[in-house]
């Protein structure tokens, strides 16, 4: 098997290696790929949308269609990611508490009695049990930050690179901080399942919806030129709006999907413990 | 053979892709282990991105942002000045959409270590004809 596919890996790369002769010198600007479309969005995308980032107008307006699936397909992994793990009814399994005041850890088996909800025990992994000062202080100081980073990411998006994706990955990844510092339930404290699970649904339906809003206005799908029928703007920075707004339901989205499919795998669908 | 020389200079970043795509597709034939066989379609994604990403290149150009002065009015707009933005925004959902299909991928090879206690793939193969 291993010298089939050796084969195989040759000759597919000798053929690739034979057809980069076609290929265009690296940095051409009269190649192919640069010179049909894309000098179109260079030019008009200032004029008819008022958004000078071309990659953000080109995403969201003028291949608002593309965006909008693949925004789906994210939604889909995180359903699939709760459907295939997630794991509901709670089994009775060995767990670890900690004395929080004198540090005295238990080991409580199988139906043994759980201490009820209170701030003189608190619950510890199984495979974790030192208690990291300064990881989780850090954290505590890194999250707000990241956060309000990722929101500039998001309303900058306009005007330097940015925009829904990138910022929800961020903000996706300061609650997974959380969940590494802390541990999986602190971070689920914050940011519930069915919240988590809403908003995932809620980012394609904003998405979705400021589609169908520009349908009901009387124009065509994702045409966010008349949504300056409601909005105090002309039909330029209506587009300019119509594209913040798909960017807010991506960023909503990307985020609760990231946060899904990490807790999920991590805690293989239990959301007790987890890495 | 000069001649040879001065055509892999002019494309080396594509040499580069190819052979950084080969390591991906050999890891996805060859690894027995389905984790490992993830990692090989994460590089292969890779050397994809790349590819598109440097298509769009063009030497001397800036970034896909239009410098512009707010109320100054409008200005020609020479296209050579700013890099293709096309490759740029198809990468971009692509990496997003990518890191959701890795984590379907491992959410399935989890469920596969759950239900046979291995992730290789010939031990699999051995429970699969056991029962």
Not at chain 1, 146 to 157: E, S, W
Not at chain 1, 160 to 186: E, K, N
Not at chain 2, 16 to 34: D, F, R, S, T
Not at chain 2, 120 to 125: A, C, F, N, P, W
């Amino acid at each position: 098997m291993r010298l089939f596919g050796f084969i195989i890996v040759c000759l597919s790369g000798a053929l690739l290696l034979y057809a980069t002769q076609d290929f265009p010198p690296w940095g051409d600007p009269g190649s192919p790929a640069s010179t049909h479309v894309s000098p179109r969005y260079l030019e008009k995308s200032m004029e008819e949308t008022d958004v000078p980032n071309v990659v953000t107008s080109v995403l969201a307006d003028y291949r608002g269609f593309d965006t909008m699936f693949e925004t789906t397909v994210i939604f889909a992994a995180g359903m699939s990611c709760f459907i295939l793990l997630r794991i509901v009814r709670k089994e009775d399994e060995d767990r670890y508490y900690r004395h929080v005041s004198t540090g005295v850890t238990f080991h409580i088996k199988g139906k043994g009695r759980i201490p009820e909800r209170s701030g003189e025990f608190e619950r510890i992994d199984t495979m974790w049990t030192p208690y990291d000062l300064i990881i989780k202080t850090m954290a505590r100081f890194l999250v707000p930050f990241i956060q309000l980073f990722a929101l500039y990411v998001l309303a900058h998006g306009h005007e330097s690179p940015g925009g829904g994706f990138q910022g929800g990955v961020i903000m996706g990844a300061s609650f997974i901080v959380m969940a590494i510092a802390f541990d999986l339930r602190t971070a689920l404290n914050g940011f519930r399942e069915k919240v988590d699970g809403l908003l995932s649904a809620l980012g394609v339906f904003i998405y979705a919806g400021t589609g169908a809003l520009c349908l009901v206005l009387g124009g065509n799908f994702i045409d966010y030129k008349e949504l300056a029928k409601i909005l105090p703007v002309d039909q330029v920075e209506a587009r300019a709006y119509g594209i913040l707004s798909v960017e807010t339901g991506v960023f909503i989205a990307v985020m609760a999907v990231m946060v899904c499919i990490y807790i999920n795998i991590a805690s293989e669908g239990k959301h007790d413990e987890g890495l | 053979m000069t001649e040879a020389i001065s055509l892999i200079v002019a494309k080396y970043n594509y040499w580069l892709y190819i052979v950084l795509m080969m390591i991906g597709l050999y890891a996805m034939i060859a690894k027995n282990n389905l984790i490992k066989k993830l990692v090989g379609m994460n590089i292969f994604q890779t050397a994809i991105i790349l590819f598109y990403v440097s298509i769009g290149s063009k030497k001397g150009a800036t970034i896909p942002i239009i410098e512009h002065v707010q109320g100054a009015g409008e200005h020609a707009i020479k296209v050579a000045d700013y890099i293709n933005p096309l490759p740029h925004v198809l990468m971009l959902t692509a990496i997003v959409v990518s890191v959701s299909t890795f984590g379907v991928a491992l959410a399935l090879a989890l469920k596969i270590y759950q239900e046979y206690k291995t992730l290789e793939e010939d031990e699999i193969l051995m429970r699969l004809r056991e029962k």
